[in-house]
């Protein structure tokens, strides 16, 4: 896999680029980013961040095969970690994995409420799509504008014991289960077939789906996954249709 360890550089910024072994950041103390990158491994992860100061993942398609498309593991407070830790995940395609995004809170030692941000994404056919497990530190979540869809087990499992939420303007579709832990419904959500285009790659949403402007505007990014500009009536999932 493609490693990123201790990165002395101000940021680094990577774009258009293929991986195809995976990638690891590790407690990179200053902002990594990739942005329209495919990230995909038949191995454990695709994207493995380990306290990391701040990583985003930008219209990015991401897969893994046998287990985690993201797993992100924020770390105690120490001298090699950052002592501010953040994961944004927006404009992205989370798919065809056992985990879609896996947030694993469950390492030692203590740190500020790791903010997680899950925004205008597209989880489609993964096992489960959104997964928090662990107790040992806080962690502020939040995802909204994500179409959430052919879960084969959750489209979202919430168990870690020390969550903030932020939720909304999500849908959910085909799962074949919608909930597993403390996830429920928030405000705007929408239930009913999104009418998934998938003769795009990532799917879009067919005239009519009622996830057609249906995503909170004021969170949105302000392109979409291709770089096409999002309108003021903004489309839930990765891709303004």
């Known amino acids: 896999s493609f490693t990123l360890e201790y990165t002395p550089f101000t940021q680094v910024s990577i774009r258009g680029v293929a991986f195809t072994n995976g990638v690891v950041v590790e407690y990179a103390s200053k902002p990594v980013q990739f942005v329209g990158t495919k990230i995909s491994t038949a191995s454990s992860y695709a994207l493995a961040d380990y306290g990391s100061a701040d990583v985003l993942l930008d219209g990015c398609d991401v897969a893994a095969t046998s287990e985690y498309a993201v797993s992100f593991y924020p770390e105690g407070v120490s ?16 798919h065809d994995s056992t985990f879609g995004v896996a947030v694993n809170v469950g390492t030692s030692g203590s740190t500020p409420s790791v903010p997680v941000m899950l925004v205008n ?42 969550e903030t939420l932020v939720t909304k303007d999500n849908a959910l579709f085909g799962n074949v289960n919608n909930y597993a832990g403390s996830a429920v419904d928030g405000a705007g959500y ?7 285009d998938s003769t795009q790659n990532p799917p879009g949403l067919s005239a009519g789906s009622p996830a057609r402007g249906a995503a909170d505007t004021s969170m949105a990014p302000v392109t979409d996954f291709w770089g096409v500009a999002r309108s003021s009536s903004s489309d839930i999932g990765a891709v303004q249709n």
Do not use: C, H, R, W
């Open 121 to 162: 994404d597209t989880f489609n056919n993964d096992a489960t799509s959104i997964y928090t497990t662990g107790s040992s530190f806080p962690i502020t979540l939040t995802y909204a504008n994500n179409l959430i869809v052919n879960s084969k087990t959750y489209g979202v499992d919430q168990e870690a014991s020390q």
């Open 79 to 94: 001298t090699s970690v950052p002592n501010t830790q953040k994961l944004t995940i927006q404009n992205s395609y989370i």
């Open 190 to 196: 929408v239930k009913a077939d999104v009418k998934l």
